[in-house]
């Protein structure tokens, strides 16, 4: 949704004002037109006018009416992006200490990618081996016990959204094979 925020001065108004948003390119309007009615006839008036608007970028301008009057504002740039609402980690939620495992990120559907990825783990954890700060990272868990992983992406509206995951890594099993002994007297 994009959505323009903003004010304009006015001296001897109706107290009634129509507010619009037009596509600089044509001229034609998003969105519906905003009216303010029982607003001072002087003074400093606050406005919202949001539309539908994703993934692109356009230029747009604001146009005010008092009765017969229109003024518009000059063009400004929207970069309008379709932002990233749910973030889930892929990957074991159980493994051996000491074994490395591999986790990868999804999102909803249609969302931009994120500007930074940064990985970290807590627990029982040892480190990154490979790839903490892209769409996927490697973890090596150091003993048994419980970790968890988490993400923070920073998404095209600037908005920090995080999620976690729980591994619980067993402690790897001993084999012992092929026992000899010799003696001698």
């Known amino acids: 949704m994009a959505q323009f925020n ?16 037009l596509r600089c390119s ?12 029982g607003q001072p006839t002087s003074g400093t008036i606050s406005y919202t006018v949001s539309f539908s608007a994703l993934g692109f970028s356009e230029n747009y301008k604001v146009e005010v009416c008092d009765g017969g009057s229109c003024f518009q504002t000059g063009c400004v740039n929207l970069t309008c992006c379709n932002p990233i609402t749910s973030v889930t980690i892929n990957g ?12 990868s990120v999804s999102f909803n ?9 940064v990985w970290s783990i807590s627990g029982q954890g040892t480190g990154f081996l490979s790839g903490n ?16 992983v988490y993400l923070d992406v920073v998404d095209c509206t600037g908005n920090t959204r995080s999620a976690s995951l ?3 890594q067993q402690q790897a099993s001993v ?7 010799t003696g001698t007297c």
């Not at 044509?26 to 009615?37: E, R, Y």
């Not at 559907?109 to 990825?117: F, I, L, R, V």
């Not at 892209?134 to 150091?142: C, I, L, P, V």
């Open 6 to 21: 903003g004010n304009f001065d006015i001296s001897n108004g109706s107290g009634t004002y129509t507010v619009k948003v």
């Open 26 to 37: 044509d001229s034609v309007q998003q969105g519906s037109t905003v009216t303010l009615s």
């Open 175 to 181: 084999s012992i094979s092929n026992i000899t002994i």
């Open 109 to 117: 559907s249609g969302a931009d990618s994120p500007s930074s990825y």
């Open 133 to 148: 700060t892209g769409s996927t990272a490697t973890f090596q868990f150091g003993t048994s016990g419980n970790a968890t």
């Open 92 to 103: 074991a939620t159980t493994g051996m200490a000491g074994q490395s495992s591999t986790y």
């Open 166 to 168: 729980s591994v619980d």
